[in-house]
């Protein structure tokens, strides 16, 4: 399996916007839905938003429901995340992968997000 390959992150202010980017194998994309993931401080990985690849309907974790906006490109087995109103709590490393996750199916390195008050 190859590792899906996370970008976009970086360090902003509360507040501030981010588009997260992440090209995934079509194995992943094999799955009925694909979702951003995100490992906070001292938690444990969590899913933040997902995606239904067939009819394209969305779920958000309710902390960034209305915030953040989960998008693919198919063709391209892109996966976006727009991520607007940051605030610190929302600070992590985020992951993309099938959802539900899949224990064969391997993690990237993840992009960083720092968000500062």
């Known amino acids: 399996q190859v590792q899906p390959v996370e970008s976009g992150g970086g360090l902003v202010q509360a507040g501030e916007s981010l588009r997260l980017s992440c090209v995934a194998s079509e194995s992943v994309f094999s799955g009925p839905a694909v979702a951003w993931y995100r490992q906070s401080p001292y938690k444990q990985r969590e899913y933040v938003a997902a995606?239904?690849?067939?009819?394209?309907?969305?779920k958000y974790r309710d902390a960034v429901e209305g915030r953040f906006t989960i998008s693919t490109d198919n063709a391209e087995n892109t996966i976006y995340l727009q991520m607007n109103g940051l605030k610190p709590e929302d600070t992590g490393i985020y992951y993309c992968n099938r959802f539900p996750a899949v224990p064969s199916f391997p993690w990237g390195q993840g992009t960083h997000v720092t968000v500062s008050s």
């Open positions: 995606i239904f690849l067939s009819s394209g309907s969305t």
